[in-house]
């Protein structure tokens, strides 16, 4: 909630402001003159700036501020034109001290296999299909654990397209858009076979890996074949606690990841952890299979290597794994820049279908779901 303004005061470097709290604030003339939202500055309709930036004096000075609407905004004449621009306390409120840019609530819950067993993952297919408020108990329930899972769905592609067109659209990739297999050894990647797969990020070598992945099973006679996920947020989380210089490093040596076959040759390198500004892990990429041949001086191959292996563990711990038989109707959709995923190996035939949906959309779908647009 944003607070009522008690009083302002124009100072050399800024205006001063006290909230009726008595906190004080302090903001930058330079910064307040940018944020201005006067028409000849801002398009209220976009809320995008027209102001040119770079054409202001940086040391620019607010010729006079006062209160307005009763506390509820601050005016301030400017000298290079726009009068009495009114800044909404709220805003005001909103920035009254500086942080990155990432610095907003966190909302994701880290887990480990005790922790998940307990959570609210499962949701009806029919339940998110019906409205808004379903598809937000969806995209709140992936934010939170990184991962949902949709029972008693339609075993059928159109499902899986049903559910991206919800969220955003489906991603195209060299796979296709929307995919639908069984095990065959035809194709180059190692997720079409039928052996196991160590828990993993899809597409380290893309430079905008899938945000989302769905995958249904519309098809299951077979032993095995169970899904693995465990949460790449927890080892990070594991990683910091116990091992600080393997955690470091996986912060910050970035790792080529490369995909060769069906006629491309893909690369992208990021490290296993990318960090935001506040030291939060935005990004988790790891993919052991899709690793791309590298070598670093010494002792940075030994201290990567060393991280790896410890990244890699825990990975594998059973102690940190969910771990489900789909059977047909079963929908997982999963956080591709949070969780890793597997599968134990079958024999038999197994029919999945799915697609990948970008981070921006989703992020997006669950903005408007939650804020509105
Ligand atoms: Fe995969």
Same mark, same amino acid.
């Given at each position: 909630m944003s607070k009522g303004i008690r009083s302002v005061q124009p100072e050399a470097a800024g205006l001063e402001?006290?909230?009726?709290?008595? !906190?004080? %604030?302090?903001? +930058?003339?330079?910064?307040?003159r940018d944020h201005a939202t006067d028409p000849q500055s801002y398009d209220s309709?976009?809320? #995008?700036?027209?102001?040119?930036?770079?054409?202001?004096?940086?040391?620019?000075?607010?010729? *006079?501020? /006062?209160?307005?609407?009763?506390?509820?905004?601050? !005016?301030?004449?400017? +000298?290079?034109?726009? #009068?009495?621009?009114?800044?909404? %306390? @709220?805003?005001?409120? /909103?920035?009254?001290?500086?942080a990155p840019a990432t610095g907003q609530d966190d909302r994701r819950r880290p887990w480990d296999q005790a922790k998940i067993a307990e959570a609210p993952? !499962?949701? %009806?297919? *029919?339940?998110? *299909?019906?409205?808004?408020?379903g598809l937000r108990r969806l995209l709140e329930t992936v934010e939170a654990w990184g991962f949902a899972v949709l029972t008693q769905t339609p075993a059928e592609l159109a499902s899986v397209a049903a559910l991206a067109g919800k969220i955003g659209y489906?991603? !195209?990739?060299?796979?296709? @858009?929307?995919?639908? =297999?069984?095990?065959?050894?035809? /194709? *180059?990647?190692?997720?079409?076979? +039928?052996?196991?797969? /160590?828990?993993?990020?899809d597409a380290t070598y893309s430079h905008d890996a899938p945000g989302l992945q769905i995958l249904l099973c519309l098809a299951y006679q077979a032993e095995g074949g169970d899904s693995l996920l465990v949460d790449g947020l927890e080892i990070g989380r594991r990683l910091a606690a116990a091992q600080p210089d393997e955690y470091a490093t996986l912060g910050r040596i970035a790792i080529p990841g490369r995909y060769l076959g069906d006629g491309a040759h893909l690369a992208a390198e990021r490290p296993v952890f990318r960090l935001g500004r506040d030291g939060r892990i935005l990004q988790v990429s790891f993919n052991n299979y899709d690793r791309a041949p590298f070598r670093l001086p010494e002792p940075e191959m030994t201290a990567l290597y060393r991280a790896i292996a410890? =990244?890699?563990?825990?990975?594998?711990d059973p102690a940190l794994c969910w771990c489900r038989g789909l059977r047909p109707g079963d929908l997982l959709i999963f956080d591709n820049w949070r969780v890793l995923? @597997?599968?134990? %190996?079958?024999? @038999?035939?197994r029919r999945m279908a799915g697609c990948y949906v970008n981070r921006e959309d989703y992020e997006s779908r669950l903005r408007i779901l939650r804020d509105g647009a």
């Open positions: 402001i006290v909230w009726e709290t008595g !906190e004080r %604030a302090s903001y +930058p003339w330079l910064w307040l309709r976009s809320g #995008q700036r027209e102001l040119y930036t770079a054409g202001l004096d940086p040391a620019i000075h607010g010729l *006079a501020a /006062r209160l307005g609407a009763g506390g509820r905004t601050v !005016e301030i004449d400017w +000298p290079d034109g726009p #009068q009495s621009v009114a800044y909404d %306390a @709220g805003f005001l409120w /909103r920035f009254r001290s500086p993952i !499962e949701l %009806a297919y *029919a339940e998110v *299909a019906a409205d808004d408020a489906v991603r !195209e990739t060299i796979f296709g @858009g929307l995919w639908e =297999f069984e095990a065959n050894e035809a /194709r *180059a990647d190692s997720a079409y076979t +039928p052996k196991t797969l /160590r828990p993993h990020t410890a =990244f890699d563990r825990l990975a594998n995923h @597997g599968r134990t %190996a079958f024999t @038999g035939s």
